[in-house]
Nanobody, 123 residues
Framework: VQLQASGGGLVQAGGSLRLSCAAS????????MGWFRQAPGKEREFVASITWSGSSTYYADSVKGRFTISRDNAKNTVYLQMNSLKPEDTAVYYC?????????????????WGQGTQVTVSS
């Protein structure tokens, strides 16, 4: 599975961005998807995840109520809508897939990773 993340950019605090992650290669079917981020000098951290059906989602406390994860399986794409952005959201955002449909918050549970897209929030 190849994952291509896009949609990052520079935005002012309080603004919004929508990230996309398109999957190609092996079938996307049945896989859970997750978003993670890594800020300079920090470890990669969990942001949000979603099961194959979209019926279950999980968010980090730091983004709950501001970010929404969703997916369009017909397009093999998962999205991360980010609203009310804060400077502390600045990071490289990565999408990843779990072939066991486990929407775990732990990066080690994910099997394939995209290349990342930079999100910068100015104050």
């Amino acid at each position: 599975v190849q994952l291509q993340a896009s949609g990052g950019g520079l935005v002012q605090a309080g603004g919004s961005l929508r990230l996309s992650c398109a999957a190609s290669g092996r079938t996307f079917r049945g896989y859970a998807m997750g978003w993670f981020r890594q800020a300079p000098g920090k470890e990669r951290e969990f942001v949000a995840s979603i099961t194959w059906s979209g019926s279950s989602t999980y968010y980090a406390d730091s983004v709950k109520g501001r970010f929404t994860i969703s997916r369009d399986n017909a397009k093999n794409t998962v999205y991360l809508q980010m609203n009310s952005l804060k400077p502390e959201d600045t990071a490289v955002y990565y999408c990843a897939t779990n072939v066991r449909n486990n929407y775990s918050p732990h990066a080690r549970e994910y099997d394939y990773w995209g290349q990342g897209t930079q999100v910068t929030v100015s104050s």
